[in-house]
């Protein structure tokens, strides 16, 4: 007869989960059913611009806000793109529908943005430059199309 025994009632055998496993989802997964989804994105200093040039040239904001913001002709040209009140109300609201960008080189950013008034469609470019103490400011600012 054989005396040896191979594990009490209930034992695994010696069997051991591989180390590092806890047998739960992983870090950061909140739903079990499916995969995590791509990591969100920061959206890029081209964002922040597009909304600030909009809210100066719809008249949202004055045009003395982005002084710090801008360098060389820039300044001027939004001073002649803004109109010459702040709109206190308006029907329509116009809004960034797309922004996108172009980095022709390091330290700079030339990008678009696509504005909605109402059923409207305007279109924005600006080019941004990076100063050496690494802050984004707008070199140039063009807007083709019905004002917003």
Known sequence: MDT???GTIGSNGGRRRPAGRSGTRPAGRR???RPAGPAPTRPGPHHWFAERLLAVVSG???VHSLL???IGPAYQQLVNLAPAEL???ERLSPVVRQCGRFIPGP???EAFARIATGDRVTAMA???EQGPDLRWRCAAVEIQGPRP
Do not use: E, K, S, W
């Open 4 to 6: 040896t025994t191979r």
């Open 31 to 33: 739903d079990q059913r």
């Open 60 to 62: 949202r904001r004055p």
């Open 68 to 70: 710090g913001h801008t």
């Open 87 to 89: 709109a206190l109300r």
């Open 107 to 109: 330290g700079v950013i």
């Open 126 to 128: 600006f080019r941004l």
